[in-house]
């Protein structure tokens, strides 16, 4: 059998989906394949790889934390009612990336922004048109 390190198979299952798990959602995926790791591992392993920038960390106010196997710069649009949360088709603004390298903020050094769309997903739009 050949040795995987824990955290190759985290990410492996983070990369396999594009549903932006918790740690929780994925300490679920993860277990199927490493029956005996637990979620503290998990989780410090996904805060490991995002701190590298290897994955991205989703923080939004008022819901658990989310993750993102694609590292590079993207949208993200959440839904208000279920929260999921999904993939923008739709480029980065480079006029706002311009702003984050200029710095022109007060004393501020800028070292990110954060851009999120939020909505109703079409399968809560349609249960809201049920009742
Ligand atoms: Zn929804
Ligand atoms: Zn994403």
Redo the contacts with the bound molecule.
């Keep these: 059998m050949r040795m995987t390190n824990q955290r190759e198979i985290i990410l492996e299952e983070l990369r396999g989906t594009t549903s932006h798990p918790t740690a929780d959602e994925l300490y679920l995926m993860v277990k199927k394949r490493l029956p005996r790791i637990s979620l503290a591992t998990v989780y410090r392993n996904l805060e490991q790889m995002a701190d590298l920038g290897i994955i991205q960390k989703i923080d939004t106010a008022g819901s658990q934390k989310r993750f993102d196997g694609n590292p590079e710069l993207h949208y993200h649009i959440r839904?208000v009612?279920?929260?999921?949360v999904e993939d923008l088709s739709l480029e980065p603004v480079s006029s706002l990336e311009r702003l984050k390298d200029a710095g022109e903020f007060a004393e501020y050094r800028i070292i990110g922004y954060r851009l999120d769309f939020v909505g109703?997903?079409p399968?809560?739009q349609a249960k809201e048109k049920d009742h």
Aim: overall charge positive; some cysteine; charged content about 35%.
């Design positions: 839904c009612r279920c929260g999921k109703i997903c399968e809560c």
